[in-house]
């Protein structure tokens, strides 16, 4: 049974079609060196409009990942985050990169942020970056009786507003 070990050696010693994907047993766990692995290239069905995977490949379980050129800058990646050549960074950011099609920062990060959990954060940080308002000014804001920050005609949720042109999403 090849694995994504033999596949990376493959990588690494150059032989590679650059037609080829990588398929794997199961993407969505955990990957490991000694997942079952092979580099294949899919043939397209015109008529039926469907892909069609490298005989054998779906009878074992394996499914299409990503391109052999995405595999080798993964490789070169964790290599650079090892600061050596190491097969198990290079696993590790190929399983990063098939999950969440992004370059990890480090090796074993942590899964990113789901996009609500993340945008909250960057609300908070730019409304903490504001800082207090100024109670004797008043927002310019139709209705609003809020003080204003620094350097704005407007309070804290009316700047945001104003600035990212979409509703205030934290709580005060």
């Not at 080798?72 to 990169?97: F, H, K, M, N, P």
């Not at 990060?109 to 008043?138: C, I, M, N, Y």
Request: proline share 7%; aromatic share 8%; glycine share 6%.
């Amino acid at each position: 049974m090849p694995t994504l070990h033999n596949v990376i050696k493959h990588i690494r010693n150059g032989a590679r079609n650059k037609s080829d994907w990588l398929y794997i047993v199961d993407p969505a766990v955990n990957i490991s060196l000694c997942t079952e692995a092979e580099l294949g290239c899919p043939e397209y069905d015109e008529e039926r409009d469907e892909e069609i995977d490298p005989e054998g490949f779906a009878d074992r379980g394996l499914q299409s990942t990503i391109d052999v050129n995405t595999v080798a800058q993964c490789i070169t990646w964790g290599d650079r985050l090892s600061g050596c050549e190491d097969d198990e960074a290079a696993a590790d950011v190929i399983r990063y990169y098939i999950r969440f099609d992004a370059w990890p920062d480090a090796l074993n990060s942590p899964d990113p942020s789901p996009p609500d959990v993340a945008w909250q954060r960057h609300a908070q940080q730019f409304v903490d970056k504001l800082g207090p308002e100024d109670s004797t000014k008043e927002c310019r804001h139709v209705g609003c009786t809020r003080g204003v920050v620094q350097r704005s005609v407007f309070c804290r949720l009316h700047h945001f507003e104003n600035i990212h042109k979409r509703p205030y999403p934290l709580e005060e």
